[in-house]
């Protein structure tokens, strides 16, 4: 019969040295996970130069022009408005029938959405 020695076994202590390794690499993939995701946070600090945050102009109702009914001098008084673009205006509405909505007016050449921002506190539907 064979003898084992007490206390010693070298297949337990393989067994063991695999679990630990194991363990071991298990634990640098955790800490190399949670430094690579740590570091790849937005700075959300660090905003560009080109936003600007406006409030709207208020205008009261009786001092704001209908575009549904304005002439082409009233017209011109809107920022961003010509000679030329007024006459689009009224013949956008004679063509059309009476806006709906001022968005309307970037369907007009000239009139950039830029434009209808910038006027909208200026203009009304009636």
Not at 18 to 31: D, F, M, N, P
Not at 45 to 66: H, L
Not at 104 to 121: A, H, R, Y
């Amino acid at each position: 019969m064979k003898k084992e020695r007490e206390g010693f076994s070298f297949k337990n202590e393989s067994r063991q040295l695999a679990v630990i390794g194991a363990a071991a690499v298990l634990l640098l993939i955790v800490i190399f996970l949670y430094l690579y995701l740590s570091s790849a946070k937005v700075n959300v600090y660090n905003v560009s130069n080109n936003v600007t945050v406006t409030a709207e102009k208020y205008v009261p109702e009786e001092d704001r022009i209908n575009i549904n009914t304005a002439d082409a001098e009233e017209l011109q008084s809107l920022e961003g408005i010509g000679e030329v673009t007024a006459g689009r205006i009224i013949e956008y509405r004679e063509a059309n029938g009476s806006f709906k909505s001022i968005y309307e007016l970037s369907d007009i050449k000239g009139i950039s959405d830029n434009t209808v921002e910038k006027i909208k506190p200026y203009i009304k539907l009636e």
